[in-house]
């Protein structure tokens, strides 16, 4: 079964400041795909990035860029000049794509804080 | 407009008397899921599908039923709810798995209490 780790139960940032969020998962698939959500207070469920395994290159949206290291199965993000919106609850995931295709799961994490 | 609707979006309910909790997608999505968001935890899939009458069980299945009859809906069936099944569900649904059709997209939530 996979996992998904998230270390950090809180983090803060002072806005116009870069931050990066840990992400670590065990896995003995080869092929699979990395997510991480922003859940704001409304609790709706907004997707920030997504990397595939098979991908040596890291992704990146505008400010936000992961740090994706296959070997080590971590899978962090950073959020480049944070902005007050950037406070939330952001969850990283992991989604099978062969054995299990379409099964998921989410670490259990990290509230943002973004400091003005 | 593209989206996952869920209804309802607020339950009180008792113990023991079965509810349904209903999730549509008009963008003609292959793969369904249900996931379940408690306090301090992330989001667990309770049940997924990867085509009409084709499911598989997530990591927190007991207590719960679903069906894909049709390629929209896919309903989440408490058949006697208990009260450790309070929580925050959440319907997610996919084109496909390859590239951009693995991104999710999700309902709004149904927040669901059991007394």
């Known amino acids: 079964a996979q996992t998904v780790t998230q270390s950090q139960p809180e983090m803060s940032v002072q806005e116009a400041e870069t931050v990066t969020l840990s992400c670590t998962y065990d896995t003995s698939e080869s092929d699979y795909y990395l997510f991480w959500y922003k859940q704001p207070p409304s609790r709706q469920m907004i997707l920030v990035i997504r990397?595939?395994?098979?991908?040596?290159q890291n992704a990146t949206e505008n400010r936000f860029s992961v740090n994706f290291q296959k070997a080590a199965k971590s899978f962090s993000l950073k959020i480049s000049d944070s902005q007050l919106g950037d406070a939330a609850m952001y969850f990283c995931?992991?989604?099978?794509?062969?054995?299990?295709?379409?099964?998921?799961?989410f670490g259990d994490g990290t509230t943002l804080t973004v400091k003005p | 407009e593209a989206q996952v609707t869920q209804n309802p979006r607020y339950l009180i309910t008792v113990t023991g008397k079965k509810l349904t909790v209903t999730c549509s997608q008009n963008m003609n999505h292959e793969y369904m899921s249900w996931y379940r968001q408690d306090p301090g935890l992330g989001l667990r899939q309770i049940y997924y599908s990867m085509n009409v009458e084709v499911t598989d069980k997530g990591d927190v299945p007991e207590g719960y039923k679903v069906s894909r009859k049709e390629k929209r809906n896919f309903p989440l069936i408490l058949e006697s709810p208990s009260p450790n099944q309070t929580s925050l569900y959440f319907c997610?649904?996919?084109?496909?798995?390859?590239?951009?059709?693995?991104?999710?997209?999700f309902g709004a939530g149904t927040r669901l209490s059991v007394l």
């Open positions: 990397q595939e395994a098979y991908k040596q």
């Open positions: 997610a649904s996919s084109l496909g798995l390859s590239g951009s059709k693995n991104i999710q997209y």
């Open positions: 995931a992991y989604r099978s794509f062969n054995t299990n295709a379409g099964k998921s799961t």
